[in-house]
């Protein structure tokens, strides 16, 4: 199938249904396929929800991540109130 597809992109990459996206399994034309997320191929419900897991922590992480930075320029703003020098905005670096 990778052939097929590299003949038209001229690449030889694998074909996103040709493999497992977490252990790289083989996955046979009479195999059972996991989908996650519409285009995420994997060879067990195991592999597929280890990736679920794994995709829920890194937003729980990054949900965090935003609350801190919340709290931080919430923070700044309330000693800027209170007569103290912060600056805050975005910097740009060419």
């Given amino acids: 199938m990778a052939s097929y597809y590299s003949a038209f992109f001229g690449s030889e990459e694998p074909h996103f249904l040709e493999s497992c996206s977490l252990c790289s399994k083989h996955l046979g034309p009479n195999s059972d396929i996991f ?16 990736q679920i897991e794994s995709d829920e922590a890194k937003e729980r992480r990054w949900k965090l991540s935003a609350r801190s930075l919340r709290k931080k320029s919430s923070e700044a703003a309330k000693d800027s109130a209170a007569g103290k020098n912060v600056r805050t905005g975005t910097l740009v670096v060419a």
Avoid: I
């Fill in 35 to 50: 989908m996650y997320r519409g285009d995420t191929a994997f060879c067990s419900n195991e592999c597929r929800e280890e």
